[in-house]
Each structure stands twice: as structure tokens, then as C-alpha cells.
T-cell receptor, first 111, second 115 residues
Framework: EAQVTQNPRYLITVTGKKLTVTCSQN?????MSWYRQDPGLGLRQIYY???????DKGDVPEGYKVSRKEKRNFPLILESPSPNQTSLYFC??????????FGQGTRLTVV | QKEVEQDPGPLSVPEGAIVSLNCTYS??????FMWYRQYSRKGPELLMY????GNKEDGRFTAQVDKSSKYISLFIRDSQPSDSATYLC???????????????FGTGTQLKVEL
């Protein structure tokens, strides 16, 4: 079954404590992205990757890091989380088409 | 001004109604237009996409693009309670391939279809 798996699904953390949200896909897709979804602002792209070791900034990259060492994995790293990074995060994958396959989401709360 | 504007709703309709969902956009360079459906506590899933202007039909769903007006629509015929979800329009600017890369989303319209 084609899957985009994010972990954890829910996370509450404190300001400044580094965290990583993992994303893994089993579809052998080249493209992977991270989005955050906020009320009234919709989905906004944080970072994307076109292939292994190729990443680029999206629309709201500040405060986030990513890496793409393997094709299937694209972790999102928050080195020093702040309350304004409280959001619903989605990982998405695709293969040169117009379709993006989204994970189930990670709800992050930073206190 | 946001690049893509979408009425957040909520929109409540009776079962069997025809639903019209719309987005306007400001960047005339957008070429690919998509509609995603997002159920509560789930990730968005692609419903339909169209390239440039025109209509596209898939079962009860019809996507319409009017580039001259910078306006796209999604029509749902014979709406069902299972259609209750948030509908997001999305666009890809030219020179960018798709596949989850560089999508610009509207904020979504919440739809509720009541029995």
C-alpha cells in the first residue's frame, strides 16, 4: 500500500528543545515537501526536495532545517522551536506529476 | 493580497444539492490548477486537476478554469454527506514541476452536506 508516514502524529514540546519530525515514503517518489497548515493561512510550503541531497526553501523556511540523505526519508528539524511554530505539519511526495501525496499530519505544540 | 483567495465557509447544503466552490488568484502565470479534499484529521488528497483553461469532469465532480477572470471552480453534483470536508484549491506556477513541489494553496472552504 502506497504510504507517506509521519512521526510523531502529536507532539507537545518546550521552547528551545530541538526536535525532529520524520517522514518516510514507500512510493520511490523523487519529490518530497514539508508544509505547515494554519487557520486562515492555509498550507504553506516550508522546504522541498527534488532528489537525494537536493533541497530548497519554500515560502516559510525560517526556523526549520531538512535533509535528504535517502530517497525515502525527508526529516524536518526544528533546532530551537518557538511558540509561533505551533502548527499542523504535513509531508508530501510526488513524482513529476501534479499530484502530491500527503501524510497524515503532525500536530505540534510549542509551549 | 494573497496569491490565491478562497472563501473559508463554512458552507452548509442539503444532501443532493449542487455545490459550487471557488477560488480566485492574482498571478496570471499559474498554469496547473488542482482541487484537494481534506477530511478532518487527515492529509489532503487530490480530487482533480486541470491544465490551463476549460472544464474537466470526473463522476459527480467538475472542475472549471477561467484564466481570463483568474477564477476556478469545483462543482459537486448530487452532494452526499460523505462529501463533507474542507476543499482546497492549489496551483503550480510555470517553470515548476508538480509532484508536491511548489504548490500554492488557497485556505480551503469547509463544506457540510446535511441529511
Amino acid at each position: 500500500e502506497a504510504q507517506v508516514t509521519q512521526n510523531p502524529r502529536y507532539l507537545i514540546t518546550v521552547t528551545g528543545k530541538k526536535l525532529t519530525v520524520t517522514c518516510s515514503q514507500n512510493m520511490n517518489h523523487e519529490y518530497m515537501s514539508w508544509y505547515r497548515q494554519d487557520p486562515g493561512l492555509g498550507l504553506r510550503q516550508i522546504y522541498y526536495s527534488m532528489n537525494v541531497e537536493v533541497t530548497d526553501k519554500g515560502d516559510v523556511p525560517e526556523g526549520y532545517k531538512v535533509s535528504r540523505k535517502e530517497k525515502r526519508n525527508f526529516p524536518l528539524i526544528l533546532e530551537s522551536p518557538s511558540p509561533n511554530q505551533t502548527s499542523l505539519y504535513f509531508c508530501a511526495t510526488g513524482q513529476g506529476s501534479t499530484e502530491a501525496f500527503f501524510g497524515q499530519g503532525t500536530r505540534l505544540t510549542v509551549v | 493580497q494573497k496569491e490565491v483567495e478562497q472563501d473559508p465557509g463554512p458552507l452548509s447544503v442539503p444532501e443532493g444539492a449542487i455545490v459550487s466552490l471557488n477560488c480566485t488568484y492574482s498571478n496570471s502565470a499559474f498554469q496547473y490548477f488542482m482541487w484537494y479534499r481534506q477530511y478532518s484529521r487527515k492529509g489532503p488528497e487530490l480530487l482533480m486537476y486541470t491544465y490551463s483553461s476549460g472544464n474537466k469532469e470526473d463522476g459527480r465532480f467538475t472542475a472549471q478554469v477561467d484564466k481570463s477572470s483568474k477564477y476556478i471552480s469545483l462543482f459537486i453534483r448530487d452532494s452526499q454527506p460523505s462529501d463533507s470536508a474542507t476543499y482546497l484549491c492549489a496551483m503550480i506556477p510555470p517553470g515548476v514541476t508538480g509532484g508536491g513541489n511548489k504548490l500554492t494553496f488557497g485556505t480551503g472552504t469547509q463544506l457540510k452536506v446535511e441529511l
